[in-house]
């Protein structure tokens, strides 16, 4: 009996098999094709403005996802091919999953140091330092730079724009400008580190690009940031900050947990450089470093009389709204690579004007259209390039959404934040600043790979 169940296990996988075999339809002339391309652009229109209507990200995108391939399926089915559209699901939703499982636990970090008041405690010191207005902007600036490879573009953006609005809601000029080059040095900072940006981590997971070798765009980065920002400094007044904060210190625990989110990156890292396992399992290892912690801080805390630390509170207090929009977003264009149409969109784009001009114009649509999408489909795309390539697309992808406000989550965010200090139309106007920093990152980049620009 043992053994008909171990062979009924396993008949599944061979009869995916056979299938997975079979060239994929083509249906970029089909009507289903047509249809599910239009639906992912109007998904994509209700994304682009949630500012406005409120209309979480996430529900137009899991629905159109979910409609995509039920067409695809139902196409499929007609052919006689009812596993292949099972097999090519099964596949996005494995890379999503391990997406999924690392940004939650990463998340869930977060959260537990916002609570233990790490992030509150920074903010305070250096509004109680007491700095001039020009000295703040490089100080949130140069911390966003370097917080934003640990901790998430977004989150550090979050950081700093707190900040700058405590100290600075008197110069709304100052809060405008300083906020501006947060979210350039966020997003640059988030480009050499494979936890800085969803992009990079896509592409660490993927294996094109190791650990280590992400460090290379770190110079690259550094100039993306410090061209604009050297620039921007002399719009803002030389005067001494002030602010009303008084001083926050950390919870227990605080500062411990700091330390455990820096082993749990060291875990994922060993699992896949040395384990050549998935870096989420190396994560989810780390989460319980996390969980045995809050043991002892809620054993604790119980004893002193206060409200007891409970880490899964801090599971649920993670992104889902960003996390269910990686979802639809990774399954709506995982179907439409499966149609056919980002092998099309490889032909035209990458055969036709190579690999270094695609990659530029990769940034430059990210600053449209979020860089998640577009970075999924590069890489559903797969085309032939060089490790030196790969780090290219991975830095004009990151940064490339730092010349418009809307093209990226960390300036989406400080427009929220900043009560109408920070807007669409002030990020604008140092659009032009803002590229001579993403074309001087390019070619030094090109420069250091010995890459020929022509």
């Known amino acids: 009996m043992t053994k008909v169940l171990f062979l009924l296990a396993w008949l599944p996988l061979s009869v995916f098999a056979s299938d997975e075999l079979a060239a994929p339809l083509d249906l970029t002339n089909h009507w289903v094709g047509y249809a599910a391309l239009a639906l992912f652009v109007l998904a994509y229109i209700l994304v682009m403005v949630e500012e406005f209507t409120h209309f979480r990200k996430s529900k137009p995108v899991i629905l159109v996802a979910g409609v995509i391939w039920g067409l695809i399926g139902w196409v499929y089915a007609s052919n006689g091919l009812p ?37 509150e405690s920074l ?38 724009g707190a900040v700058v609005l405590a100290v600075g809601s ?16 966020s997003n640059a900072g988030g480009a050499f580190s494979p936890f800085g940006d969803i992009t990079t981590l896509m592409v660490w997971q993927k294996g094109l690009v190791e650990f280590s070798e992400f460090f290379a765009l770190f110079l690259p980065s550094l100039v993306n940031f410090v061209v604009p920002a050297a620039i921007m400094h002399f719009a803002i007044e030389d005067k001494k900050a002030t602010g009303d904060q008084s001083d926050v210190k950390i919870k227990l625990g605080g500062m411990g947990i700091v330390v455990l989110f820096t082993l749990t990156i060291a875990t994922a890292v060993g699992f896949h450089s ?8 190396g994560m989810m290892t780390g989460l319980s470093y996390l969980m045995i912690m809050s043991y002892f801080i809620r054993r604790k805390e119980r004893h002193l009389q206060e409200d007891g630390f ?32 980002l092998a ?22 990210s600053s449209v259209v979020d860089n998640i ?20 697309v991975t830095l004009t992808a990151g940064v490339g959404g730092s010349l418009l406000s809307v093209g990226s989550a960390a300036g989406v965010a400080l427009m929220g934040q900043s009560n109408g200090l920070y807007t669409f139309v002030s990020h604008l106007k140092w659009t032009g600043i803002i590229a001579l920093g993403y074309m001087a990152s390019v070619a030094v980049h090109l420069w250091m790979s010995g890459i020929a620009f022509a």
Not at 274 to 281: G, I, K, R, T
Not at 319 to 324: G, R, V
Not at 349 to 364: D, K, R
């Open 83 to 119: 596993h292949s559209a099972e097999v090519a699901l099964r596949h996005n939703l494995l890379e999503y999953s391990e997406l999924f499982l690392f940004l939650l636990v990463a998340m869930t970090y977060i959260e537990a140091m916002r609570e233990r008041l790490v992030f």
């Open 310 to 341: 409970d880490v899964f509170r801090k599971v649920a207090g993670a992104e889902w709204d960003t996390l269910l929009f990686f979802f639809g977003i990774i399954l709506s264009v995982g179907g439409l690579g499966f149609m056919g149409y």
């Open 344 to 365: 099309l969109t490889s032909e035209m784009i990458y055969a036709s004007l190579g690999a270094t001009y695609a990659n530029i114009l990769v940034g430059l649509l």
């Open 274 to 281: 040395f384990l050549h396992l998935p870096p989420a399992m």
């Open 123 to 160: 903010k305070t010191w250096l509004i109680l330092k007491g700095f001039t207005f020009r000295q703040l902007f490089w100080m949130t600036g140069f911390l966003a730079f370097f917080i934003s490879p640990m901790a998430d573009n977004l989150t550090t953006a979050l950081i700093m």
């Open 170 to 185: 008197s110069n709304p000029r100052f809060v405008s400008i300083a906020m501006v080059n947060i979210v350039v040095a």
């Open 373 to 392: 999408p577009v970075m999924f489909a590069v890489l559903t795309m797969n085309p032939d390039m060089s490790t030196s390539q790969w780090l290219l």
